[in-house]
């Protein structure tokens, strides 16, 4: 999948003023995880309403994981997600058959480049959303990877330059406290990355 580097993702907005915060700070997607139990989930009508206001202003994600695959399919074709993305043990086959773009959670130890299928764009991270730094193996870079986990606004510059990833996806590092984003953090992150890519 040709992805330009530089990706920045904002994953877990939960109100029209993160998604507004998203959109002025530059965010190239914004996720909206529709996981029972997950302290970020949206029901059905909430994501609809902030997937109105993202409009064509950002690639919209959908955050899944082990749920029925008929949900899945149902929800993406509902809120017309750009990307569907996968946290549990989906198969192949079944990213085959939503048409489209998939995100797909990967451990780091389990990665290499090329790892995937053209249509799977790699997360590296070892958690979902929990804000645990990552102890990343020294001398690998993430040339076709998004890369996650406890990226903040004062770790995100150099880890982007240490790993040369695709891109970056932030969830916690961006909250005022679980689960509350904070615009201002969202601002920072989106700045402190762009500026990094812009480097390597």
């Given at each position: 999948m040709p992805v330009p580097r530089g990706l920045i993702k904002v994953c877990g907005v939960r109100s029209l003023e993160d998604v507004q915060a998203c959109v002025e700070a530059g965010a190239d997607m914004i996720g909206l995880v529709m996981v029972p139990g997950s302290k970020r989930q949206l029901l059905e009508h909430q994501a609809l309403v902030l997937r109105e206001r993202i409009a064509g202003d950002a690639q919209v994600v959908g955050v899944f994981?082990?749920?029925?695959?008929?949900?899945?399919?149902?929800?993406s074709e509902v809120l017309a997600l750009d990307h569907v993305q996968l946290h549990g043990s989906e198969s192949g086959q079944q990213w085959e058959q939503?048409?489209?773009?998939?995100?797909?959670?990967?451990?780091?130890?389990?990665?290499?480049?090329?790892?995937?299928?053209?249509?799977?764009?790699?997360?590296?991270?070892?958690?979902?959303?929990?804000?645990?730094?990552?102890?990343?193996?020294?001398?690998?870079?993430?040339?076709?990877a998004l890369i996650a986990g406890?990226?903040?606004?004062?770790?995100?510059?150099?880890?982007?330059?240490?790993?040369?990833?695709?891109?970056?996806?932030?969830?916690?590092?961006?909250?005022a406290q679980p689960g509350i984003k904070s615009a201002r953090l969202i601002h920072e992150f989106c700045a402190s990355a762009r500026a990094a890519f812009q480097q390597i």
């Amino acid at each position: 999948m040709p992805v330009p580097r530089g990706l920045i993702k904002v994953c877990g907005v939960r109100s029209l003023e993160d998604v507004q915060a998203c959109v002025e700070a530059g965010a190239d997607m914004i996720g909206l995880v529709m996981v029972p139990g997950s302290k970020r989930q949206l029901l059905e009508h909430q994501a609809l309403v902030l997937r109105e206001r993202i409009a064509g202003d950002a690639q919209v994600v959908g955050v899944f994981m082990d749920q029925p695959w008929d949900e899945v399919r149902r929800l993406s074709e509902v809120l017309a997600l750009d990307h569907v993305q996968l946290h549990g043990s989906e198969s192949g086959q079944q990213w085959e058959q939503l048409g489209r773009c998939t995100i797909r959670r990967i451990k780091p130890a389990c990665y290499h480049v090329g790892c995937q299928e053209p249509t799977i764009l790699p997360l590296v991270d070892a958690g979902a959303g929990d804000g645990v730094a990552l102890d990343w193996p020294p001398g690998v870079s993430y040339p076709d990877a998004l890369i996650a986990g406890g990226l903040t606004v004062n770790s995100v510059g150099a880890l982007i330059r240490q790993l040369k990833p695709l891109g970056v996806d932030v969830s916690s590092g961006v909250e005022a406290q679980p689960g509350i984003k904070s615009a201002r953090l969202i601002h920072e992150f989106c700045a402190s990355a762009r500026a990094a890519f812009q480097q390597i």
